[in-house]
C-alpha cells in the first residue's frame, strides 16, 4: 500500500509520480512547477519523483530535465513511494485503464490527462475502479478551474431557465485542445446538469476538418420542458482563451470569458489546476464525480463520432455505446495535420498491444 500524505512540517511536499510521453504537459508545464528550475519560484506543493515512460529516448529527456527525478524500469516500481499520481501520456491513451489500474487499486489518488478515454466503456472502467477502491479520481481541463467557471456557474445557478448558449474556445486541433472548450462549457453547466436541467442528448460537429480550426459543434441538452442547444465555436486568434453566453429567460442572461491577454496567465490557469490537484492528493476527495467525469466524456467523443462517421450530422448519445476513438495515429493525420507534438511522436498498434499486456 502507497504512504497516504501527512504534512508533518508547513515545507512538507506530496510525493508524485508520473506516466508521461510525447505531447504531455509535465515536460513544458506542470513539471517546472513541481520541481522548478534552479533560479524559479515554487508554485505548488507538489515534488515530481518518479517517473515511467514507455520510449528510451523520453526516459533519457525525463532524467535530463527534472535532475533527482528517479526513472522507474516498471510503472508499479514508484506505487510505495508516491502520495499522488499523474498519467500523462496521451499517446497511450486507449491503454489507460490498464496503466492507472495498478495505482487506483493501492489507493493512490490519481489525475488522468484529458481526454481521458478513447470509449464510454473505458472510461465507465476507471470510474468503476475508483468507486471500489475508493480513490479519488480526475480528469480535467485547465479552463475548468478558472474564476470565469466559478463566476457563470454561480450565474447560472441563479436564472429561473436556461434557453441555450454560445461558446467559444481557442483551439489547434479538435483532439488535444478542442477539449478545453468542450470541457468549459461543462464545468459551467456541472451543478445545472446534476439537477436535471442539461445532460448532453445529442451533438453534432460542422468543419471541414477536425485537424484545425474552424469549425462549430451543436449540443442538444435535456431540459424538464423541451431540449435546448448550444453551440461551440472551435477558432483560433479570438480575443479570449473561452467565452460563454447563456440565454435565460427575460429576466436576464449570464455571460464570461477568460481572457485572451490576461496577466499571469500561468498562475490564473495552469497552475490553479495543479492546486486543485495538488489538493485531491493531500485530502483524498476529487472535486469531480464519477458521473461527472463521464459526463464530459460523452460531451469530447459525440462530436468526435458526429464528424468520423455522421458527416458532421447530428448523433444521438446512444451512438457511443459501442464506438472508440482511435488513440492518436497515421491514420488520423492529413497533410501534416494535426501539428501537435501528441501526433509527432505516436506509438505503433503492437507497442500498444505490449503495453496493456505488461500492465495486465
Not at 37 to 55: D, E, F, Q, Y
Not at 124 to 140: F, H, I, N, Y
Request: hydrophobic content about 35%; proline content about 6%; overall charge negative.
Amino acid at each position: 500500500m502507497h504512504a497516504k500524505f501527512v504534512r508533518s512540517e508547513p515545507s512538507g511536499l506530496v510525493r508524485v509520480g508520473a506516466i508521461t510521453g510525447a505531447g504531455g504537459h509535465l515536460f513544458g508545464i506542470w513539471g517546472n512547477g513541481m520541481n522548478p528550475p534552479a533560479g524559479n519560484i515554487r508554485s505548488t506543493g507538489m515534488l515530481l519523483t518518479h517517473v515511467w515512460c514507455l520510449k528510451p529516448e523520453m526516459r533519457q529527456r525525463v532524467a535530463e530535465q527534472f535532475s533527482g527525478v528517479q526513472v522507474v524500469d516498471d510503472p508499479t516500481d514508484m506505487l510505495e513511494h508516491i502520495e499522488g499520481f499523474f498519467l500523462d501520456d496521451i499517446n497511450a491513451i486507449s491503454v489507460y485503464p490498464q496503466l492507472v489500474r495498478p495505482f487506483l487499486q493501492a489507493g493512490i489518488p490519481t489525475y488522468v490527462n484529458r481526454p481521458f478515454a478513447t470509449s464510454l466503456s473505458k472510461g465507465q472502467e476507471m470510474v468503476d475502479l475508483a468507486k471500489t477502491t475508493g480513490t479519488p479520481l480526475l480528469s480535467s481541463s485547465t479552463w475548468e478551474f478558472t474564476e470565469s467557471v466559478g463566476d457563470l456557474r454561480a450565474k447560472a445557478a441563479d436564472l429561473p431557465d436556461i434557453k441555450g448558449y454560445v461558446a467559444h474556445n481557442s483551439m489547434s486541433d479538435y483532439y488535444t485542445h478542442g477539449l478545453h472548450g468542450v470541457w468549459y462549457i461543462h464545468a459551467v453547466l456541472r451543478d445545472e446538469i446534476r439537477n436535471g436541467r442539461g445532460r448532453m442528448t445529442a451533438a453534432a460537429y460542422h468543419t471541414p476538418d477536425w485537424r484545425k480550426p474552424g469549425g462549430q459543434v451543436v449540443y442538444e441538452h435535456e431540459h424538464p420542458e423541451q431540449p435546448y442547444y448550444g453551440s461551440l465555436q472551435l477558432i483560433s486568434g479570438a480575443d479570449g482563451q473561452a467565452y460563454m453566453r447563456i440565454f435565460g429567460d427575460n429576466k436576464g442572461d449570464a455571460e464570461g470569458k477568460i481572457p485572451g491577454r490576461p496577466g499571469f496567465f500561468q498562475y490564473n490557469t495552469w497552475n490553479a489546476m495543479q492546486l486543485v490537484i495538488q489538493e485531491m492528493f493531500e485530502t483524498g476527495i476529487s472535486p469531480e464525480s464519477g458521473d461527472d467525469l463521464m459526463e464530459k466524456l460523452a460531451m469530447f467523443l459525440l462530436p468526435f463520432y458526429s464528424a468520423l462517421e455522421e458527416g458532421g450530422n447530428l448523433a444521438k448519445r446512444d451512438s457511443l455505446d459501442d464506438w472508440e476513438l482511435p488513440p492518436p495515429c497515421e491514420a488520423l493525420k492529413r497533410n501534416g495535420e494535426p501539428t501537435d507534438s501528441a501526433f509527432q511522436i505516436m506509438y505503433t498498434e503492437s507497442e500498444l498491444s505490449r503495453l496493456a499486456e505488461q500492465m495486465a
